[in-house]
């Protein structure tokens, strides 16, 4: 599978909003569950939101009701709509993507460069 690319990231002020794009430019994605990552400064890479094939999603506690993940297959394209943006959220997010039951805990691509989401307060 090749790697996915990460874009849309930027810096924003507290409450405002941006879009990640995470473009998979071939294989066949569409049977797996893709999934964004983010690594705040100093701490552990963080699992943060997944789609799976089916449609379904999970998200992690912290940005329920605020991110929200989705897919477009055809365009081999999915994105993290995020709202409400807090400074800690400020992280360099990452795509990746796996099997439904392990995709947060064993990614199985390679990570790619991210793209950094600064929120100011």
């Known amino acids: 599978q090749e790697q996915l690319v990460e874009s849309g990231g930027g810096l924003v002020q507290a409450g405002g909003s941006l879009r990640l794009s995470c473009v998979a430019p071939?294989?066949?994605?569409?049977?797996?569950?893709m999934a964004w990552f983010r690594q705040a400064p100093g701490k552990e890479l963080e699992f943060v939101a997944a789609?799976?094939?089916?449609?379904?999603?999970a998200y992690v506690d912290s940005v329920k009701g605020r991110f929200t993940i989705s897919r477009d297959n055809a365009k081999h394209t999915f994105y993290l709509e995020m709202n409400k943006l807090q400074p800690e959220d400020t992280a360099v997010y990452y795509c990746?993507?796996?099997?439904?039951?392990?995709?947060?805990?064993?990614?199985?691509?390679?990570w790619g460069q991210g793209t950094q989401v600064t929120v100011s307060s």
């Open positions: 990746n993507w796996g099997n439904r039951l392990t995709v947060a805990s064993m990614p199985k691509g390679s």
């Open positions: 071939g294989g066949t994605f569409s049977v797996y569950s």
């Open positions: 789609i799976h094939s089916s449609g379904n999603t």
